[in-house]
């Protein structure tokens, strides 16, 4: 399993459990997750990390595999996660880049010597 992977998964984990214990507040989006109505915060929480936008509906979600569906209908309809990294996904595009895509990453070479 790559580091991305099991971030996706510890990311999911951490969303799945504000859904179980997070208290509702006014909300705006219907958006039900293995029978639990989700908050707007959870709701955008668990786009940033799906890397796309979630219509209202009611889902169910296999937090071991990260397979989704829609409530009533046992067809995956795809994994969490697999929109991030696709190209011209304008979401997943909005991620920082890494200190080596900046230019901000030296080798101990570099600094000791003085020349970044």
Known sequence: MSAAQSLRRLSLGFVIASLMFGAAA???????????????????QLEYFACT????????????????G?????QVQG???DQCGRPGN?????????LSERGLLYSPNEIISGRP
């Open 79 to 81: 994994y969490f996660g």
């Open 70 to 74: 829609y409530v009533g209908n046992r």
């Open 90 to 98: 304008h979401q997943a595009s909005q991620r920082r880049k890494s």
């Open 53 to 68: 936008q979630i219509p209202n509906g009611a889902y169910w979600l296999n937090v071991v595999n990260g397979a989704w």
């Open 26 to 44: 006014a909300q705006s989006r219907l958006v039900f997750v293995n029978g639990v109505r989700m908050s707007d915060t959870q709701v955008m």
